[in-house]
Structure formats: C-alpha cells, structure tokens
C-alpha cells in the first residue's frame, strides 16, 4: 500500500511538471526511477494513464480521473502533517491526565487552573482514579502519582515533582481527652484511623529530627477508609490519629482544625512523580504541561516549605 501512495505521488508530479524529467529533477530521483513508479501503477490498474510522444505527454480519460485522486490524497496527506505539527509543536487537541481524586482536586487543578484557561485549544480530560492506569492502552499523557518508594520502568520516563512528608494529625478535642503523646511508644495507647490503599498502613518507622534515633511500631485500627477526604472528617471528629500526607492537610494545620502529633519525628518521606511515555519527542503540550506542575510544586504556599526533587 505504501508504495502505491508513493506512485501516485510520483504520478501526480509528472502530470504537473509536464514531463518525467521535470518530475525526477523535483523529487530528487532518477528519470528511470520515475518511468517505472508510473509503468508499476498503470500495471497494477491494468490501465493507460498517460500517451507518452517524444514531445509532449497527455493525460488519457482514465488518466485523468486518476490524477484528481492523486491530488486529493496528496492535500489530505498535506493536511494530516500540518495538523500533526500544529499536535507536536502547539498547546490543541487532547490532553489526558491521570492522578488519584485527592491529587486531582486539591493540586492538580490548582496547579493547572490559569494555564488550561489560558489555551483554549486543549481539551484536557482529568482521570481521576486510585487503580493503576496503563499509560499506553488508556492513552493517558501524564499520570501523576505518590510513591513511597519510586519505581522505574523501561517504557516510561519518570519526573519528580516533589518530596512530602507524612505526617501524624489529630483533632485537639482528641488530644485533649485521651492519653499524652511524648514518645512514638505512646501512640500503641491510641486507635489509627488509616488510608487502607497505603501499603503496611498500620506499620510505622520513626526517625528522631535531632538525635537520629529511630523507633519502629504497629498501631490499632478500628474505623478505616480508602479516601483522604474521608479520614480527615473522621480524625476531625475525634475518631483517633491518622497518617496523612502534608500536602493533603496543611489547610487544616493551618486553620487549627487539625494538629501535628510528634513533630520531632519523622517519617518517610514520600515522592510525587510525572509519568510520561518515553518518546524521542515529547509533544509541546506535555513539556508546558509539566512545567506548569513544576512550577506550582516548587512553591507551595504556606507551612513547610519541601526541597523541590531534583
């Protein structure tokens, strides 16, 4: 097939040039390379495209005919590779983005409120899920996700975006009922309100900010939930303490509504990334796309303030 396109392109050059040797000259090939792409097409068709003199050559009815194909597939051909570099090098058509609801709601569209405004001609569509999503069967551009420890594949290439502390959150009216917390060991005194899609969600691995000590544990659990939103209004209501990431609740911390439980004590750190498809050429989209992110996680306002990941 690809041959017979390259023929009639071939055919279509020799009737606007008047001549095989014009033709030849024009698309960089021999006059014989030229005379056989026609005899091949005339051969496959079983017909006359063109009386050949040794002065002049003229299109025959079928000839003719042919050759107003020939120059609609050539303009649709044209067509198609404007509207390929309009994709690769302008912010148009579709862009996909996936990421989990909380990420969704409350950074990705923040981070990318004024820039999608600002180009109209995208139409982005948000996925927000907590399933993974095969980039390639989805046709997802940029999948945005946390990682407690990132792992790399050989189709994609990952980009970090940031470094967010986990951290221990309560409500006052929680703290101020139940049993002092000074040590990690006191929190085996308290009920866990974990995020169950967190991997060993009821383990927890301390490191002391100052002195480098570190303590490992196992807390209870009695009421759990899969979404953030859920386990903020439950730690709100005084349920017991839940592992959150920062990014998630420093509204909260801010406004008092929630509190930090052992501050002096860290966890690990988790690394939100920007997975892309590893093209030769990413589509100028996804580049402004991925800067608008970046730009945005390198200056969260308010609270801690995160080494941008490198």
């Not at 052992?262 to 939100?272: A, D, N, T, Y």
Request: one cysteine or more.
């Amino acid at each position: 097939m690809l041959d017979q396109l390259r023929a009639m392109g071939v055919f279509a050059c020799v009737v606007e040039k008047s001549s095989f040797s014009g033709a030849a000259r024009d698309l960089g090939i021999t006059t014989s390379a030229v005379s056989q792409q026609v005899r091949s097409l005339e051969q496959d068709m079983e017909v006359t495209l063109l009386h050949r003199s040794t002065r002049k050559l003229s299109l025959t009815e079928a000839g003719q005919a042919f050759f107003y194909s020939c120059r609609e597939m050539l303009a649709a051909a044209e067509r198609g590779k404007i509207r390929i570099n309009e994709l690769r090098d302008d912010l148009v058509g579709d862009l996909r983005i996936a990421t989990t609801p909380e990420l969704g709601a409350t950074h990705i569209v923040p981070a990318l409120s004024h820039w999608m405004a600002a180009h109209r001609g995208l139409t982005v569509y948000l996925e927000a899920d907590y399933q993974f999503i095969d980039l390639i069967q989805e046709r997802i551009d940029i999948a945005i996700r946390m990682y407690a420890n990132p792992e790399e594949a050989s189709h994609l290439t990952c980009l970090p975006l940031a470094q967010v502390d986990q951290v221990l959150v309560a409500s006052p009216s929680y703290l101020n009922q139940t049993a002092p917390i000074s040590r990690p060991e006191d929190l085996v005194n308290h009920d866990l309100i974990p995020i169950n899609i967190m991997k060993n969600y009821q383990q927890f691995s301390f490191r002391h900010r100052t002195t480098g000590e570190e303590i490992g544990l196992e807390m209870n659990s009695r009421v759990q939930s899969n979404n953030v939103f859920v386990t903020k209004s439950l730690c709100q209501h005084g349920h017991g303490i839940a592992r959150i990431l920062y990014l998630d609740v420093q509204k909260e911390l801010m406004n008092g509504t929630l509190v930090e439980v052992l501050p002096e004590w860290k966890l690990p750190v988790f690394h939100l990334q920007a997975m892309i498809l590893n093209r030769e050429q990413q589509p100028m989209k996804i580049n402004r796309c991925l800067d608008a992110l970046k730009q945005y996680f390198g200056h969260l306002p308010n609270g801690r303030i995160y080494k941008q990941a490198s």
